[in-house]
């Protein structure tokens, strides 16, 4: 990353960076958000824990599956606190990208705008559903049904470190 500039004009820089994440992330958010509540919404209304058809035949089935819990089924019946620390997950994101670090580069704002929008649909499904909806079964391998909030969160993630990565590359 160049380097910023000083006085007024880091300044000014900081708050056009800011404002080209939030533009950035807001985006972002809107669109993973929407996907992910429209998702849930069709998944519902199939038979739960029947297989629905697949995606992709041998690799990505659909079923549906109601998890009270966490990853891989983790913290069973735990919904609400779950809730709570996903939301206060996505406080951290949103004060590390605004306040702490405002002039990180766009593809941080990308990959938090992911992790955010997964994290506030997963905790809307428990807080109004008791469970989230999880729909996305891999057929060539034995791992946890899941949903698109979830796929928001993972590829969130490697999407932010990416951007670091590449950001300390450059300032090196």
Not at 39 to 47: I, R, S
Not at 62 to 81: E, K, P, S
Not at 151 to 160: A, K, L, M, P, R
Request: net charge positive; aromatic share 8%.
């Amino acid at each position: 990353m160049p380097s910023m500039p000083s006085g007024p004009r880091a300044t000014a820089a900081v708050r056009a960076a800011r404002r080209r994440n939030a533009v950035v992330f807001g985006c972002v958010v809107a669109a993973w958000l929407a996907l992910d509540v429209a998702t849930k919404a069709a998944a519902e209304g199939l038979e739960r824990g029947t297989l629905a058809g697949s995606l992709v035949p041998g690799v990505v089935d659909v079923r549906l599956v109601h998890n009270t819990g966490g990853a891989w089924g983790l913290f069973g019946d735990m919904t609400v606190a779950l809730g709570v620390l996903s939301l206060a997950v996505c406080a951290a994101v949103a004060a590390y990208l605004f306040v702490l670090a405002p002039a990180s580069p766009v593809g941080a704002a990308v990959g938090l705008g992911l992790v955010f929008a997964g994290g506030v649909g997963n905790a809307l499904d428990r807080f109004f559903r008791g469970y989230v909806v999880d729909f996305i079964d891999p057929a060539f391998i034995d791992f946890p049904v899941f949903n698109m909030a979830d796929i928001g969160v993972t590829c969130g993630i490697v999407v932010f470190v990416a951007a670091l990565a590449v950001q300390a590359r450059r300032a090196a």
